[in-house]
């Protein structure tokens, strides 16, 4: 299938690529070995906000162009912002797909196209050196501008999701995660998964898919990313290059409020699997919130840091109740997820979910100690440089900065924020946020007789790979 050798073109160009860059990083020391990279910003001539960092040390650049045009954009057509980024490399232009593929694959250009709840992003790493970075460049451009959305590639991507959405079913970590979200988020377009349903994908129309790009791939919508071996003025050519096949457009819409839960649900859907997946979530926190960092930091030593945060000590290592066990801030534009996650046996779910929600009330009450601050600290911030240590690193740092308008200080200012966090400020910051009693909790294995029966608890049952 066309889907599998463009895959598999683009795997043997990242391999290419990286082959070729392993010999140049032996001579030359990574970008940005300081924390604190320079971001240069402009606007271009159609509205596309850039942001640059110039990192001359390979001649490579990365390219992260996003739009406000993820799945919360979808309206009652759930999976048309991601089908309208699947579509993207499939033809452009005078090519098809394969025709794609081989111009990238000849060049050792990697590309690729993404879509969440807030937005799509096209991405590009290519080297500098000419004519492939004329070609990676050229293609990037018409691939955005002049997607064909050709019926017969249509069809082929349509199945594909079909297929992944089927296999998806047989998941009961992803059945319980789709639920999770529509729990949590109600009517809020985050309800919704970006992949869209079997019966939504089935009923997209071409039309609808040219439509979505017409008003949403255009240039006042648009934040672009580069990070590689130009000056200013490179950056600049780049961009203009990149986006000038875009109108100028309208920035897409603010997204509605997303309400708080009111009353705690219970969901149990009844799942032939050995395991049960056990979530807990509600509405957390939006980029550039003002309690970013005592909410980040808390949850780091609550859930987030592996082995050694709380919830994993107290339901693996003290009870051997589940292998693996987290918790996350997933920020948005909108406040997101809020998560707790696990996994166990089907005959412990029930302790295991009253120990994951007895220790996130205890943590609420208590607070972190000065001992767990302390580590978690020195965890985030010796951490830090080597998350901000490559190219494609910095690259996605500033497609967030730009896209969530967050400060140009906010790598600079990172390590500083954190270390000036205090444990009260965790404590309050969690008791304000994180509301234990109004917990959307959704499990999904074969159901025990007391989860069967339990009072306010609604009872789904799922047939593997029908529902």
């Not at 970590?173 to 529509?182: E, M």
């Not at 457009?249 to 050995?274: C, N, Q, R, Y």
């Not at 049960?276 to 930091?297: E, I, N, S, W």
Request: overall charge negative.
């Amino acid at each position: 299938m066309c889907v599998e050798r463009q895959s598999d073109r683009i795997d043997r160009a990242a391999r290419r690529l990286t082959a070729w860059l392993a010999g140049t990083l032996l001579f030359a020391s990574p970008l940005l070995v300081q924390a604190t990279p320079e971001i240069q910003t402009w606007n271009t001539d159609n509205g596309t906000r850039v942001l640059f960092v110039a990192a001359p040390e390979i001649p490579m650049v990365d390219v992260r162009l996003v739009f406000a045009a993820g799945s919360a954009r979808d309206g009652e057509r759930s999976g048309l912002a991601s089908m309208t980024a699947a579509m993207l490399s499939e033809g452009a232009g005078d090519w098809n797909a394969d025709a794609i593929a081989d111009r990238l694959d000849g060049v050792g250009a990697v590309l690729s196209a993404d879509v969440d709840r807030d937005m799509a992003t096209v991405a590009l790493r290519t080297l500098t050196r000419r004519p492939a970075f004329d070609t990676a460049v050229d293609t990037f451009a018409t691939l955005i501008a002049h997607p064909s959305f050709a019926p017969d590639e249509l069809e082929r991507v349509r199945q594909n999701r079909l297929i992944a959405l089927r296999q998806e079913d047989e998941s009961p970590r992803s059945v319980a995660q789709k639920a999770l979200y529509r729990a949590v988020f109600g009517a809020h377009p985050y309800a919704a998964d970006p992949s869209g349903t079997p019966e939504s994908i089935a009923d997209l129309k071409r039309a609808e898919l040219i439509d979505f790009h017409a008003r949403h791939y255009v240039g006042s919508n648009a934040v672009l990313a580069i990070v590689g071996d130009l000056d200013r003025s490179g950056a600049e050519a780049l961009a203009k290059r990149l986006v000038a096949g875009l109108p100028s457009g309208e920035p897409a819409a603010s997204l509605p409020a997303v309400p708080e839960l009111t009353d705690a649900i219970l969901k149990s859907i009844d799942f032939p699997s050995s395991q049960t997946t056990v979530l807990a979530g509600q509405p957390g926190m939006r980029r550039g919130d003002p309690d970013y960092f005592a909410l980040h930091v808390g949850n780091h030593i609550l859930g987030g840091s592996g082995l050694v945060s709380i919830l994993m000590d107290e339901i693996r290592e003290k009870r051997g109740l589940s292998y693996s066990t987290y918790s996350a801030f997933l920020p948005l534009a909108q406040p997101g997820l809020f998560v707790m996650s696990l996994q166990t046996r089907n005959d412990q779910a029930e302790q295991a979910r009253s120990v994951m929600l007895d220790t996130l009330k205890r943590f609420i009450d208590q607070g972190p100690t000065e001992e767990e601050l302390t580590a978690a600290k020195k965890n985030i911030t010796g951490g830090f440089p080597l998350k901000i240590a490559s190219n494609s690193n910095i690259v996605q740092y500033l497609a967030v900065i730009g896209f969530y308008d967050l400060p140009l200080d906010y790598l600079d200012r990172f390590r500083e924020r954190i270390e000036s966090v205090t444990a009260e400020q965790i404590r309050d910051a969690f008791v304000r946020r994180v509301h234990p009693e109004r917990l959307a909790i959704v499990t999904a294995g074969a159901a025990s007789a007391e989860a069967k029966s339990g009072s306010g608890t609604e009872q789904v049952s799922v047939a593997r790979g029908t529902h």
